[in-house]
């Protein structure tokens, strides 16, 4: 009978240490699954990571363009007006040009030749933002005036 119970006892020790053993290795091979796709992830993710900082310094790059662009824009000559008349503001549009205001001071040109133009400079695929566009609409529909504000000295 002790022959029996010995082979009960180390049967069910080795299914104890198979079972032990089996669980360790599927731990191992779910582990190192795991780890690999985590690898994997980290790469995409340092891909990713360079794309973005790629796309941010050209962007940035663009903006500092379109930047330079719009302050040396009346040097260019698609820039119609002459410089002197040019006034920059840079937002939300970028320039006031004073059309013939220099030939009016000049004496060579009169008062009703001069023309308030507003223009903002755009270049690459740049469009006007929602706000330029609504004042294009605003000046298009003649919704513009002149005031005078007199401040009373102190």
């Known amino acids: 009978m002790s022959i029996w119970i010995s082979a009960l006892i180390g049967g069910f020790i080795g299914a104890i240490l198979t079972t032990i053993f089996l669980s360790s290795f599927r ?53 119609e007006y002459l410089p002197a008349d040019a006034r920059f503001l840079g937002d939300p549009i970028d320039y006031v040009v004073f059309n013939n205001y220099s030939d009016f001071r000049d004496g060579e040109a009169h008062a009703d030749e001069i023309e308030v133009v507003l223009i903002d400079i755009k270049s690459g695929g740049a469009r006007l933002t929602k706000g330029q566009q609504a004042i294009a609409r605003a000046i298009q529909a003649g919704r513009v005036r002149f005031e005078m504000i007199r401040i009373n000295q102190f």
């Open 27 to 79: 731990n191992g091979k779910i582990q190192a699954e795991y780890e690999q796709y985590i690898a994997e992830l980290e790469l995409e993710h340092q891909e990713a990571l360079a794309e973005a900082r790629k796309r941010s310094v050209n962007t940035s790059r663009a903006v500092l363009k379109g930047k330079m662009a719009e302050q040396f824009a009346p040097l260019f000559p698609e820039f």
